[in-house]
């Protein structure tokens, strides 16, 4: 019987710390990182992606970031077979493959080893539907029925993400895809969470906004437009280059443009906590203000050892 690659998964909230944490225990473990974010493939949109730093790159190796230029395309099954080549190539050179990244979908679909029905056009189209809904929640896909049919939108409740996506896909012209899950991960996996009572986090996120606008988020989102990003490519629909759309288009002022971005990235953390909660195998780490990383790794060092994974 083959056995089973071991991989390493530190996922949580937006602003909870992942990047830090997992650079530390690739440190410690002689790993790599493999991005589990969403929207760290693009390159040059690094500011609000929270893409790690140069410096930070440069410390362990890392993968599944920069692959991408903004105007393509990326779905959970992309992540996943890409994911899934990393882990086994980590493993070949032994190395220890350490996933850092809040994206649930992507992560939950690479463990339970998802199968999704269909490669045709109809697929990748609720793929992104979803993708869409679980990034800027089911309001957002809600307007975009709204705009395609008004009529449609009007009989369905905004929380029926299912029905959504459907009316969204026979308007288009697509058909439903079913994704059925493995009977057991192809993976030995040990899958961490950070998290922090809601006041902290949120506190946390409001200050990394205003760090995003210092580092020039504004002028980063202008310099993609003039180099030809399209507004409406799936990079661009990501919290804090979507609200500056609107900005540029002068629907908000500078200052409400940011707060939106603020309450954006709340009800966003909100979501991937509801998300987490389909996965009970994390185990999590609760984290105070300031947090205590060091704490964590040494945890985290413990538990790996019990579970023989070095």
């Known amino acids: 019987m083959e056995t089973k690659p071991k991989v390493i998964v530190i996922t949580g909230p937006t602003a909870t710390g992942k990047s830090h944490c997992g650079i530390r225990l690739a440190q410690e473990l002689d790993g790599e990182i493999i991005s589990g974010d969403s929207m760290c493939v693009f390159r040059r949109?690094?500011?609000?992606?929270?893409?790690?730093?140069?410096?930070?790159?440069?410390l362990v190796p890392h993968h599944l970031i920069d692959i991408l230029e903004p105007n393509e395309k990326y779905s959970v099954v992309d992540f996943q077979q890409q994911a899934d080549a990393l882990i086994r190539d980590c493993q070949a050179r032994g190395k220890m493959p350490i996933i850092v990244g809040g994206t649930g979908l992507?992560?939950?679909?690479?463990?339970?080893?998802?199968?999704?029905?269909?490669?045709?056009?109809s697929a990748k189209l609720?793929?992104?539907?979803?993708?869409?809904a679980e990034h800027n929640g089911n309001a957002a896909l809600y307007q975009r029925l709204?705009?395609?049919?008004?009529?449609?939108?009007?009989?369905?409740?905004?929380?029926?993400?299912?029905?959504?996506?459907?009316?969204?896909?026979?308007?288009?012209?697509?058909?439903?895809?079913?994704?059925?899950?493995?009977?057991?991960?192809?993976y030995e996996a040990a899958v961490y969470g950070l998290i922090m009572p809601r006041e902290i986090l949120y506190?946390?996120?409001?200050?990394?906004?205003?760090?995003?606008?210092?580092?020039?988020l504004f002028e980063e989102t202008k310099a993609l437009l003039e180099e030809g990003v399209e507004g409406d490519a799936q990079s661009m629909k990501s919290i804090g280059y979507r609200q500056v759309l609107r900005y540029f288009d002068g629907e908000w002022s500078r200052q409400e443009c940011i707060d939106k971005i603020k309450q954006a990235t709340r009800n966003f953390a909100k979501r991937q906590i509801t998300w987490y909660k389909?996965?009970?195998?994390?185990?999590?780490?609760?984290?105070?203000?300031?947090?205590?990383?060091?704490?964590?790794?040494?945890?985290?060092?413990?538990?790996?050892?019990?579970?023989?994974?070095?």
């Open 126 to 132: 609720r793929r992104e539907l979803e993708e869409f």
């Open 146 to 186: 709204k705009e395609l049919d008004p009529q449609a939108a009007a009989q369905l409740k905004i929380n029926d993400r299912r029905r959504i996506i459907r009316s969204v896909e026979t308007i288009l012209g697509g058909d439903r895809v079913s994704v059925e899950r493995a009977p057991e991960s192809p």
């Open 203 to 216: 506190q946390r996120i409001n200050r990394r906004v205003d760090i995003m606008v210092e580092q020039g």
């Open 106 to 121: 992507y992560i939950k679909a690479l463990l339970e080893k998802y199968e999704f029905s269909s490669v045709d056009e």
């Open 278 to 310: 389909k996965m009970p195998y994390i185990h999590w780490f609760e984290l105070t203000e300031p947090p205590c990383y060091e704490a964590c790794i040494k945890e985290m060092m413990e538990d790996l050892h019990q579970k023989n994974f070095y």
């Open 45 to 58: 949109m690094n500011v609000a992606t929270a893409k790690p730093t140069p410096e930070e790159l440069a």
